[in-house]
Every structure is written in structure tokens, then in C-alpha cells.
T-cell receptor, first 115, second 115 residues
Framework: DSGVTQTPKHLITATGQRVTLRCSPR?????VYWYQQSLDQGLQFLIQ???????AKGNILERFSAQQFPDLHSELNLSSLELGDSALYFC??????????????FGPGTRLTVT | AQSVAQPEDQVNVAEGNPLTVKCTYS??????LFWYVQYPNRGLQFLLK??????LVKGSYGFEAEFNKSQTSFHLKKPSALVSDSALYFC?????????????FGKGTRLSVIA
């Protein structure tokens, strides 16, 4: 158990809908990262937050947004969902800003299925 | 820009035999290198990392990795494979000189250990 929790574990929704994925980092970790894992694209970095502020942005679509709250939990919002958004979404956390040597700890993931 | 390549999608090895999972990287500065493992329906788990110093890094579950600067490689190894090592393995790199660039993951190599 990495100490990173994600909810829900599974999510099934229809195209055009909006969903929110939630992540709680390990105790003491200030950085939260979101990744999308699909069969054809591998593990894609979406976005990072550090202590409430956006720190780095990857291949995140404009339909997707995220935020980190004062208690350090984070939410990833996915809107106007398309079939191609079906994937595993992982959250990870680390102590530092993400530019150093610290490793990231991954949650169990949320499997999103868009029908 | 930093990148990492895992040239093999799949590696098959007999139980008890040594295993190697290959990784090569490209960075402009000095690399931080990581290996993660993903078991079915689980998040990624940190195995080991190279920062500086000894080129042979030892990690969890008997795994080790050898950093080779001239070949820009960081291959994962284990002297004697177990069936329970069957999983998806990811190599990742961060460029020490890249500022805020986050960790970049390879596409993963599926290891299958046959009894």
C-alpha cells in the first residue's frame, strides 16, 4: 500500500458527460501528479500540483482540469467525455516539488469507461 | 528534451534464469533514472533509482540496475527470476538540468516468467 488513495475505483459513464476523480496524497507529500494510462499511449503525464499551485503541465486536454485543495487532496475533472477518454487514471504524490531526486508514489488508479 | 526508450514490448524468461529489461535514455544534462513495476490492476510501485555514485543500484525484491553513461542505458536485472516477477516494468528519467520538467516514462516492458 503506497499511502495514496484514489476514488472511485471504477467509473462508467456516457459520452458527453462530466466526471470528477479524487486523490489523497501520502501524509506529508505536497506534490500531486495525474497520469493517464491507455493501451495505445502508455503512461502519459497530465498535470502536477505542488502545495495548491499548478507546477507542471503535460499532455492534458482543454476538456480536462485539476486542482489541489488546502488539505492537499486533488481532483481531476474530465468533461465532454469521448470514447477515447476511456483509460486508467493514476494519481501519484511526492514530498518535494518534483524537480529533485524523490520518487513518486502511485495510487491504485481509477478505471474510467466511457460508453 | 528528455526521453526514454524501452526497446522490448515483451520479455519472456524461464523461472530461475537471469532476467534483463532494457532501457535507454536521452537527456541534455545529468539523468535521474527510475524503475517502477506495475502488477495487474495495481498502481506503479517504485523499485529503484539512480542519482549519482555507484553505477550498480540495488532495489526492492532482489532487482538491480546498471547505469552506463557511455551507452546511455539503465537496464534492470535480476539474477534469478520468479514467476511472481511477471508484471509490467517502466523505466523513467528526469533531466537534472531541465528545471521543472517532470518524470518521463517509457512505454513499459511486459515481463513474463514461465515456470
Amino acid at each position: 500500500d503506497s499511502g495514496v488513495t484514489q476514488t472511485p475505483k471504477h467509473l462508467i459513464t456516457a459520452t458527453g458527460q462530466r466526471v470528477t476523480l479524487r486523490c489523497s496524497p501520502r501524509s506529508g507529500d505536497l506534490s500531486v501528479y495525474w497520469y493517464q494510462q491507455s493501451l495505445d499511449q502508455g503512461l502519459q503525464f497530465l498535470i502536477q500540483y505542488y502545495n495548491g499551485e499548478e507546477r507542471a503541465k503535460g499532455n492534458i486536454l482543454e476538456r480536462f482540469s485539476a486542482q489541489q485543495f488546502p488539505d492537499l487532496h486533488s481532483e481531476l475533472n474530465l468533461s465532454s467525455l469521448e470514447l477515447g477518454d476511456s483509460a486508467l487514471y493514476f494519481c501519484a504524490s511526492s514530498v518535494g516539488r518534483g524537480t529533485g531526486v524523490g520518487e513518486q508514489y502511485f495510487g491504485p488508479g481509477t478505471r474510467l469507461t466511457v460508453t | 528534451a528528455q526521453s526514454v526508450a524501452q526497446p522490448e514490448d515483451q520479455v519472456n524468461v524461464a523461472e530461475g534464469n537471469p532476467l534483463t529489461v532494457k532501457c535507454t535514455y536521452s537527456v541534455s544534462g545529468n539523468p535521474y533514472l527510475f524503475w517502477y513495476v506495475q502488477y495487474p490492476n495495481r498502481g506503479l510501485q517504485f523499485l529503484l533509482k539512480y542519482i549519482t555514485g555507484d553505477n550498480l543500484v540495488k532495489g526492492s525484491y532482489g532487482f538491480e540496475a546498471e547505469f552506463n553513461k557511455s551507452q546511455t542505458s539503465f537496464h534492470l536485472k535480476k539474477p534469478s527470476a520468479l514467476v511472481s516477477d511477471s508484471a509490467l516494468y517502466f523505466c523513467a528519467v528526469r533531466d537534472l538540468n531541465s528545471g521543472n520538467t517532470p518524470l518521463v516514462f517509457g512505454k513499459g516492458t511486459r515481463l513474463s516468467v514461465i515456470a
